[in-house]
């Protein structure tokens, strides 16, 4: 009779084990969002393709994770990435000819849809300029 119940404890233990597990698994994964990204030319709305989009958890003091991300635009200068846990997020956009493009966005729905709009690169200011 003990050793019956010793069993029987032991199996509803293991279960009670994997029910939290599977719960914890499953917030997780209800957590991950999905992003699409659409990389433009600011002047005149042309895909940008073979762009780097790269991708950076912030903490919440604003620092950036180690590690990351990067995806490459395709011929419609579109990519997407499916994953990406809610929370900050750095996104930096680099591409051939085009200024850098840096933002930070807070990820709190399962779905983000972001457009990039790329500018020109822009002169370069230096102190030692002379204008006389």
Request: aromatic share 6%; glycine share 8%; no cysteine.
């Amino acid at each position: 009779m003990r050793k019956t119940v010793a069993v029987v404890a032991l199996l509803a233990f293991v279960g009670t084990l994997s029910l939290a597990r599977d719960k914890k698994k499953k917030k997780k994964e209800d957590r991950d969002a999905i992003i699409n990204f659409l990389v433009v030319r600011a002047s005149n709305g042309k895909p940008v393709r073979n762009a780097a989009v790269v991708l950076h958890e912030v903490d919440e003091r604003g620092h950036q994770a180690k590690g990351g991300y990067e995806l490459k635009t395709d011929l419609e200068g579109k990519t997407s990435f499916d994953g990406v846990p809610y929370g900050k997020l750095r996104v930096q956009v680099l591409a051939p000819g085009l200024q850098t493009f840096g933002q930070d966005y807070d990820i709190s729905e399962p779905v983000h849809d972001l457009t990039i709009k790329m500018n020109p690169p822009q002169k370069q200011y230096s102190v030692y300029d002379d204008k006389k």
